[in-house]
Nanobody, 117 residues
Framework: QVQLVESGGGLVQPGGSLRLSCAFS????????MAWYRQAPGSQRELVAA???????NYADSVKGRITISRDYAKKMVFLQMNSLKPEDTAVYYC???????????WGQGTQVTVSS
């Protein structure tokens, strides 16, 4: 049903920036809470940022002030602008969509972000 396709990952130096993109299809975009998660090797998947169907946003403490989540309702896309990147930001980043009533989750395939000199 819901399909999510991430893009924009890659190798970046510490202090650099990346913008991740997630394309949504298959359902009504405005009825979904959208979020970015990440998972580093040997670590649990963690929430990075969320933009809910009701319009609120929230961020992990480790990325506050450095990243911004945004939604383009016309394009049915969600973005993660990441600035001042640190090596500890290295992870596979996943786009997530959760229906605002049913909470049914969908996941993208992930995009690798590597922050290294």
């Amino acid at each position: 049903q819901v399909q999510l396709v991430e893009s924009g990952g890659g190798l970046v130096q510490p202090g650099g920036s990346l913008r991740l993109s997630c394309a949504f299809s298959g359902s009504i975009f405005s009825r979904y809470n959208m979020a970015w998660y990440r998972q580093a090797p040997g670590s649990q998947r963690e929430l990075v940022a969320a933009a809910t169907a009701s319009g609120s946003t929230n961020y992990a403490d480790s990325v506050k002030g450095r990243i911004t989540i945004s939604r383009d309702y016309a394009k049915k896309m969600v973005f993660l602008q990441m600035n001042s990147l640190k090596p500890e930001d290295t992870a596979v980043y996943y786009c997530n969509a959760g229906h605002y009533l049913t909470s049914r989750d969908s996941w993208g395939q992930g995009t690798q972000v590597t922050v290294s000199s």
